[in-house]
């Protein structure tokens, strides 16, 4: 076998094995205990390099940022199951009133702000699949967007600081990270208000996939709904926001943050006495299962890249870049592209220590003309490709049909919901991603003008 | 280099060495090593560590040796290293010893201890002294062989969101500090914290953390704490001169052909002179930039020097006490380090501080 | 077969069993995620070093256990995630003989070969009581040989579906977790 073809065959075969429905998590593990097969018996990689696994999963364990997950997940459910969240999202529904699609204006509001604080997708992704769901889908919101909405929004922390993308991309490219936050922050709020954008021109040309809620839902005006908005709304609210708020203000890591934000929901459920042991005991176990469901696609993806190291994959996408066209749309599509397939089955951080060290330098020659009046051409713009590469990796965990996010979201959504619902759901936003890519490239000073405002050295 | 050249010079090495027999197949040996390393790229001067290696191997090998350097994390985890080396997971890896002093606590002997010796002061130890001899006896436990393999030199003692005058100010203090040092640390009252590279900066940030030691003037600029931190701390008297190490696994060192040991060992040695120099060239121009940002430049008061050195000796006594090997070590470290500051503290140390002074 | 599915049963009754017994983790981290995170504002404010590593790792010593033996318990429960395009349209059958062949081929081996890879790992880190680095920090040998455990369950948890879709194959009544049964909402 020509060892070359055994980079582009394992993403072949990967793709071949998830599509037979085995569970994900499994079938990652399977292809690369394939490839490990293949590879041992023509003597490129030896069975001792296997032994990388189990310290792949110690260092899983010891990972503090996906702490974060079952903390999130925890809080999600509690909301849920307490029934605290449904009370919330249709107060939301009356306050906005005969507004069409007003709920999932909602869910992308705070999806964007819980996906910015705990920067995981997982987490996010099923806290805001058990919150508004089922909410959403009572309300008769059509599949495909309710599940759109979350599966994008969920995805966006990625892009918004503070974003684990963020920091590692930064540190693989030599820039500040700091710079890399405030150059997201416009770029990253700019694909949230198109999210927006999109959900109105949704609710004024197909008024029945995002209705308001029905009349008799709505009967209550005045005292009455202020006072129903008082009682029922702002508590769950002012917990996310506090949530969030912590986190932001520095106050809190996400980690800290997301056990507050359990806590805080079971005494939310308390005071509004929907507090018992079966709700305890459900939330419990939901949260175990939803984290493992989580936890085991990292371990998959982990045995996938080691194997694919092991066989000098890392080689053949160097060779990839190596032999890029010179110009910079040339250069910039294929990078991008390069990071978007990789990006259906390697996590991130592999991506970054892959793609990344090869990348920045002739990024950094190629780009920096673009920025011909800067103090720092060079930094700035590694601070814009930074920021594209984010987006565009963000992008990949949307895509169908292997995007981490809609995986996560299968994991909690209802029998009715099927997997080409969430696949369809999610087509719009990706274009939505690809217009806002396609402005990044178009327009870098989306993405360097508040830095060159803010930072003196720019 | 491209995927395809390795994978035929591979097969041209096996080739070679049975067309022109025996005589010239041992030198000509075709051999793939990987190297685990517990840095990321970015860190260029200590990553440069593990490159200088594996390029000299491959120069003075003529290519036929080849060593491909991954990055913390790439293979395994960078705190993880020696676990691969020692189940032969990789066959070589560049990192430092005091990482694992949850493992043996003598590990700590290799890189650096609170209070200890400078760059040249450890390599007279490793090198001419039993520092060597007796670390080997260790990692013959962990089934490796290791060598130094570079130097940071005298670190800084790091980055302090306030001002810390008194060991009454280290209480309840949240500081990145990894090894002996946040040992020390801990019996001053600071809570201790290990993070990866990349999660200190947004953690300083945040303000989850209060401080962090990091390295010196050239790898802390890169880093950005001047931005989230104002107050840079000196010295850095747990890391005094920490020594970097190459660890090969056993198995793998005794089935290299003697020649490529020789100068496996000749590019270690060069690693640990070379990145000594680059940090030395490196650093001057560095803490320049950073003190025309205005960084608070402060040294750690006597006070709270004297109160860590006296918990550092207290832990390095009470570690002797409870395990055998380790006391060995001590005792002969122990004497080497107080015979050679008598002599440094003399013309050495008069000279530098005269000079400087006037500078 | 009866033998077979009597043993199926004893170890759907063991997952069954630790998975209930870790969910009850997810409550007492969220209770020491708390406590550190009010230790250490309150150390900084009060001077009183209250937090410690202890805690600390253990919350992740926690989480580990709760993702890697909750994986066993999550299979159980058909809960881990699946790519359902075809595979919600086949027959029972076809679902079956997917799982068997998923079963054999991906699951016990990636199972087998990560129990065969961290047996020495772990036997060393026991036989030198392996420490965390950091001060106040815990043991590190028993969290890692959990590892061992996990996988050891998820192996027989793996066996256990396979002799029940084999049973279904040869015609035998059993009873399989589909996820959304058992669990409405999810
Ligand atoms: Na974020
Ligand atoms: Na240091």
Redesign the pocket.
């Known amino acids: 076998m020509n060892p070359d073809l055994l980079g582009p065959l394992m993403f072949a075969a990967a793709f071949v094995f998830i599509f037979t429905g085995f569970p994900v998590a499994f079938s990652l593990a399977g292809t690369a205990l394939v490839f490990m097969l293949i590879g041992i018996s023509h003597d490129i990689m030896s069975f001792n390099l296997m032994s990388a696994l189990p310290e792949r999963i110690f260092a899983i364990y010891e990972n503090y940022t996906l702490l974060a997950v079952p903390f999130f997940i925890f809080m999600g459910t509690m909301l849920e199951r307490s029934g605290l969240a449904e009370n919330l999202l249709r107060t939301m529904g009356i306050l906005f009133g005969p507004l069409r699609g007003g709920l999932a204006i909602s869910v992308v509001v705070v999806g964007t702000l819980l996906a910015a604080a705990t920067g995981v997708v997982g987490a996010t992704v099923v806290a805001m699949g058990l919150i508004s769901l089922p909410v959403m889908l009572r309300y008769g919101y059509s599949k495909e967007l309710a599940t759109g909405v979350i599966a994008a929004s969920g995805t966006l922390g990625q892009v918004i600081p503070p974003s684990i993308v963020l920091i590692v991309l930064a540190d693989q490219l030599q820039v500040s990270v700091g710079d890399l936050f405030v150059g997201s922050l416009i770029p990253g709020l700019s694909l949230s208000a198109m999210y927006i954008l999109y959900v109105v021109a949704v609710a004024l040309f197909k008024p029945k996939a995002a209705p308001a809620l029905p009349p008799e839902e709505r009967d209550l005006h005045g005292w009455q709904l202020f006072k129903e908005v008082m009682l029922v709304m702002m508590p769950p609210l002012v917990l996310i926001l506090l949530v969030l708020g912590s986190i932001f203000a520095g106050l809190a890591t996400p980690t800290e943050a997301g056990a507050f934000g359990a806590l805080g929901a079971i005494f939310l459920a308390m005071l509004y006495r929907s507090f018992n042991l079966k709700a305890l005991v459900d939330t419990m176990d939901a949260t175990a299962k939803l984290t493992s469901m989580v936890m085991l696609i990292l371990v998959g993806s982990t045995a996938f890249s080691l194997v694919f190291r092991g066989l000098y994959g890392d080689i053949w996408v160097e060779d990839l870049l190596l032999n890029l066209p010179g110009a910079e749309v040339g250069f910039l599509i294929t990078v991008n592209l390069i990071i978007f397939i990789l990006g259906f089955f390697i996590d991130f951080f592999e991506i970054a220590f892959i793609i990344i060290p090869l990348v920045a330098g002739p990024a950094a020659t190629l780009l920096a003309p673009l920025f011909p009046e800067a103090l720092e051409p060079t930094r700035l713009a590694l601070v814009w490709f930074g920021i594209m590469i984010g987006m565009n990796l963000q992008t990949s965990f949307l895509t169908p049909p292997f995007g981490f996010s809609l995986f996560y979201l299968r994991g909690v959504s209802p029998p009715e919901v099927s997997t080409m619902h969430i696949y369809r759901g999610a087509v719009p936003f990706i274009a939505i991603q690809i217009i806002g890519l396609t402005l990044m490239i178009v327009f870098p000073h989306i993405a360097t003008w508040l830095l060159t405002v803010t930072s003196s050295g720019y | 280099m491209k995927r395809r050249d390795f994978m035929k010079k591979a097969a041209a090495g096996v080739a070679a060495s049975t067309v022109f027999g025996p005589v010239f197949a041992q030198t000509k040996k075709k051999i793939r090593w990987r190297m685990a390393t517990s840095w990321p790229k970015a860190l260029d001067t200590i990553y440069g560590g593990a490159e200088t290696i594996a390029d000299r191997v491959r120069a003075m090998t003529d290519g036929n040796f080849d060593i491909r350097v991954y990055a913390g994390g790439e293979i395994v985890h960078g705190l993880k290293v020696v676990d691969a080396v020692q189940q032969g997971t990789v066959q070589a890896g560049h990192t430092a010893g005091y990482y694992y002093i949850g493992k043996h606590p003598a590990f700590a002997f290799a890189t650096a201890l609170p209070f200890g010796l400078n760059f040249r002061q450890q390599n007279a130890w490793l090198y001419d002294g039993n520092g060597n001899k007796l670390l080997n006896e260790l990692f013959a436990d962990f089934n490796m062989i290791g060598f130094p393999a570079g130097n940071t030199g005298v670190?800084m003692g790091?980055w302090f969101r306030k001002e810390i005058n008194s060991v009454a100010d280290l209480k309840g203090l949240k500081m990145r500090i990894p090894g002996l040092g946040g040992k020390v640390m801990a019996r001053l009252g600071v809570t201790v914290q290990v993070l990866a590279g990349g999660e200190i900066y947004p953690a300083l940030e945040r303000g989850a953390i209060d401080a962090t030691?990091?390295?010196g003037p050239y790898d802390d600029e890169k880093q950005g704490f001047y931005k989230v931190a104002k107050y840079y701390y000196y010295p850095?008297w747990w890391?005094p001169g920490?020594t970097l190490h190459t660890f090969v696994n056993l198995k793998a060192w005794n089935d290299l052909p003697k020649e490529y040991q020789q100068i496996y060992m000749t590019a270690a040695a060069e690693a640990n002179q070379q990145m000594m120099v680059d940090y030395d060239f490196k650093n001057p121009p560095a803490f320049k930039r950073l003190l025309a940002k205005g960084v608070k430049l402060r040294r750690f008061s006597n006070e709270i020097m004297d109160a860590a050195r006296k918990e550092a000796f207290a832990l390095f006594d009470e570690l002797a006490s409870s395990d055998k090997f380790y006391e060995k070590v001590y005792t002969d470290w122990k004497a080497f380090r107080e015979d050679i500051y008598r002599w440094y503290g003399t013309a050495e140390s008069a000279y530098l501080q005269y000079v400087a002074s006037r500078s | 077969m009866d033998f077979l599915l009597s043993f199926s049963r004893l170890i759907d009754a063991l997952n069954e069993a630790v998975g209930r017994l870790v969910s009850w983790l997810t409550l007492l981290m969220v209770v020491i995620g708390v406590y550190n995170a009010v230790t250490r504002k309150l150390s900084q404010t009060i001077g009183v070093d209250l937090s410690s590593n202890t805690y600390i790792e253990l919350q992740w010593y926690m989480f580990a256990l709760v993702f890697m033996w909750g994986a066993a318990y999550t299979l159980k429960h058909n809960a881990h995630v699946r790519v359902d395009i075809i595979y919600s349209r086949l027959s029972e059958r076809g679902k079956a003989w997917v799982d068997v062949f998923g079963t054999v081929l991906f699951l016990l081996p990636f199972t087998a070969v990560v129990l065969w890879t961290a047996f020495p790992i772990v036997f060393e880190s026991w036989k030198i009581h392996e420490m965390s680095p950091d001060p106040g920090g815990l043991p590190r040998y028993p969290i890692k040989a959990a590892l061992i455990v996990a996988f050891v369950l998820l192996f027989l948890q793996g066996l256990s579906e396979l002799i029940k879709r084999i049973a279904l194959l040869t015609g035998h009544q059993v009873a399989l977790a589909s996820g959304s049964e058992e669990e409405p909402s999810l």
């Open positions: 670190q790091g030691e990091w390295v850095g890391e920490p």
